[in-house]
């Protein structure tokens, strides 16, 4: 079973469009919020603006792309790529002047300040281009939607703008892997690198060993002469001689 992904450039449209509140658009998806905007006390002392979310709502009735040859339903174009709705209204709201509200308030650290509402909305008649997957229902409607594996993008974009788009990104791709690789070749040759000196400083620390204990066994058969050069028996310090290193027993 492999899905039938097609692409389909049309018109908004619905048989139910949702009437916004504020913005007064016909539309098949909205989206509104309302933020309490508000000054409050912060530990210094001074007023800061905050706001909270005091409202969320998505409305969404049955909707058609309409290319004028036919008409295709669209499933779940929310979760689809490239999808956006167009702000309808913004309205702020001031508070009322109330003293008795307003005294509770700044007792409490706050001064309300007012509700901001954004209506997003998709129109009646704006122009889409959908990618996804072809189905039809028991009744014979075709519609589309999101495949299970494979692309859905709803974007006001042409087909033409979205290819260019993708082939932007896979340029950017190649470049990407072309870096990542220059760079695991650096860390692996650094780490080549890394591993052949520090087997060539035990082999140098091996090689002093051995040199010092042959000075050591002839320097006690002979005897200590003080006025002699001191041999060279410090074995850890490799980068410079005679250090000394306190040990304790």
């Given at each position: ?8 450039s ?9 009437n916004c ?5 016909r539309g ?7 933020e309490q905007?508000?000054?409050?006390h912060?530990?210094?002392g001074?007023?800061i ?18 290319d ?14 490239g ?5 309808g ?24 300040l ?22 039809k229902?028991d ?21 033409d703008q979205?290819?260019?788009n ?7 791709y ?13 860390l ?10 520090e ?7 091996r ?9 050591r ?7 200590t ?25």
């Open positions: 079973m492999i899905p039938i992904i097609v692409t389909i049309g018109r908004v449209g619905s048989e139910t469009p949702i509140r504020h913005s007064g658009l098949v998806i909205v989206e509104g919020t309302a905007h508000f000054l409050k912060n530990d210094a001074s007023w603006q905050d706001s909270a979310l005091m409202l969320s709502m998505c409305k969404e009735v049955p909707w058609y792309l309409d004028e040859t036919g008409r295709v339903y669209v499933v779940g174009a929310r979760g689809a790529v999808f956006a709705l167009t702000v209204s913004e309205v702020f709201e001031e508070s009322g002047r109330s003293i008795v509200r307003g005294t509770l308030d700044y007792l409490q650290g706050l001064k309300m007012g509700v901001k509402r954004i209506e997003q909305v998709l129109p009646t008649g704006s122009s889409l281009t959908v990618v996804g997957e072809a189905v229902d009744i014979g409607t075709i519609r589309i939607q999101k495949p299970q594996k494979g692309p859905f993008y709803v974007s006001p974009k042409s087909i979205l290819v260019s993708l082939g932007k990104w896979a340029r950017w190649k470049y990407a892997s072309f870096g990542l690789t220059i760079f695991g070749v650096f692996i040759t650094k780490h080549a690198i890394h591993y052949y000196l087997r060539r400083r035990r082999w140098e620390l090689r002093r060993v051995l040199a010092a204990a042959a000075k066994t002839g320097s006690d058969n002979e005897g002469n003080q006025d002699c050069v001191m041999p060279d028996l410090c074995v850890i310090c490799l980068e410079q001689e005679y250090n000394a290193v306190f040990i304790q027993l």
